[in-house]
């Protein structure tokens, strides 16, 4: 569909977005799906019903690994929810990228779920159970390595979904203000696509050492993620800013 100024009036706006994609399609209905049975994989994990008052306690130590897990799909899921609602695009690249992130998320769920079993496992000295057992720090940087993998792809994924909405500007007729949104979201996406590729790098480069530890840069995703995004919030209000006083 080729949007118009007069068609986009009368859409809902949401942190500058206007949102062309409220209505949901197939594909989307498909990559709810996906997600759902996803989590539904992460809880099958779990193992079987307790039956008896020790197996209740181990599983209800299970839970932290579990909420930690569900968060991060939920997170992938809400972005690209996220993309939907704001561009609502059904074209073929479209369409190939969000099969391509519902692909990587299926195969992504046990990753997510065994580190953060052993996250918990170690940061608790053992308290919370982990059914994935190690005899080696080089097998957690290989496990760490394969996380990290599909975090890179996952984040490249989105990169791409936002670059074909850019690519798509006249089309969409994307405003000024969604444009400069759009480009933030790129160099976050980047950032997090690099930050995944540097970690499974090292991690497998110093797999017999400190591999194991690459993981921590994680840790930094709380602090780097509003930096950029205030960052970039100044230069959009600069670039609105300078465009206000040309038109004046």
């Known amino acids: 569909m080729r949007w118009t100024e007069q068609s986009l009036s009368s859409l809902t706006t949401e942190n500058g977005y206007r949102l062309r994609g409220e209505n949901m399609t197939r594909i989307e209905v498909f990559s709810d799906a ?9 809880v099958i994990s779990l193992s079987t019903i307790p039956q008896n008052y020790q ?41 190939f ?8 998320v299926l195969v992504y769920v046990y990753p997510l779920k065994l580190i953060m079993d052993l996250m918990f496992y170690a940061f608790s000295q053992r308290w919370f159970p982990a059914d994935f057992q190690v005899s080696s720090t080089a ?32 089309e969409l007729c994307l405003s000024e203000l969604e444009q400069l949104l759009i480009q933030k979201e790129l160099i976050l996406w980047m950032a997090q696509a690099i930050l995944g590729f540097l970690v499974a790098l ?33 230069q959009i209000q600069a670039n609105l800013s300078s465009s206000s006083n040309e038109n004046a």
Do not use: C
């Not at 990228?97 to 990587?104: G, M, N, Q, S």
């Open 202 to 234: 090292f991690a497998l480069m110093f797999m017999s050492s400190l591999g194991y530890l690459a993981g921590l840069a994680y840790s930094l995703t709380p602090i780097v993620i509003p930096l950029i995004t205030l960052r970039t919030r100044r």
């Open 97 to 104: 990228l969000t099969l391509a992130l519902i692909f990587v």
């Open 139 to 170: 097998e957690v940087a290989v496990l760490l390595a394969i996380f990290s993998a599909g975090f890179f792809l996952i984040a490249l994924i989105h990169f791409g979904l936002y670059q074909r909405a850019k690519s798509k500007a006249d």
């Open 55 to 95: 197996e209740l306690l181990t599983a209800l130590q299970r839970i932290p690994s579990f909420a930690a897990s569900f968060a991060v799909m939920m997170l992938i899921w809400i972005s690209h929810r996220r993309w939907s609602q704001r561009f609502g695009l059904d074209d073929g690249v479209s369409t």
């Open 34 to 42: 996906a997600f759902a049975f996803a989590v539904t994989m992460l």
